[in-house]
Nanobody
Framework: QVQLVESGGGLVQPGGSLRLSCAAS????????MGWYRQAPGKQRELVAG???????NYADSVKGRFTISRDKAKNTVYLQMNSLKPEETAVYYC?????????WGQGTQVTVSS
């Protein structure tokens, strides 16, 4: 089992950058497929970026070229670097770990993009 704690959210101006962190404990993140999701008010949760156990990555079309997901095995942490942020990307961002039939979620971190 793994416990996930997100951090790094906050208020940023349009066009700005943030780096989210997802610190894991209990299990190594290297054995999980990891993902970042987001949920805006009144909308469904959506996948933003994912990284597999073999470190292949995938991104939502809307964030390709601007967001980067990465994993630091030594720190047991997964990151989401977000550049050129847009107001419509205001949401709670969640970290997810998946393995076999199991899914684990963090508590989320708020990202607000506003001038």
């Amino acid at each position: 089992q793994v416990q996930l704690v997100e951090s790094g959210g906050g208020l940023v101006q349009p066009g700005g950058s943030l780096r989210l962190s997802c610190a894991a404990s209990g299990d190594a993140v290297s054995i999980y497929s990891m993902g970042w999701y987001r949920q805006a008010p009144g909308k469904q949760r959506e996948l933003v970026a994912g990284i597999s156990t073999s470190d292949s990555t995938n991104y939502a079309d809307s964030v390709k070229g601007r967001f980067t997901i990465s994993r630091d095995k030594a720190k047991n942490t997964v990151y989401l670097q977000m550049n050129s942020l847009k107001p419509e990307e205001t949401a709670v961002y969640y970290c997810n770990a998946g393995r076999l039939l199991y899914q684990f979620w963090g508590q989320g971190t708020q990202v607000t993009v506003s001038s």
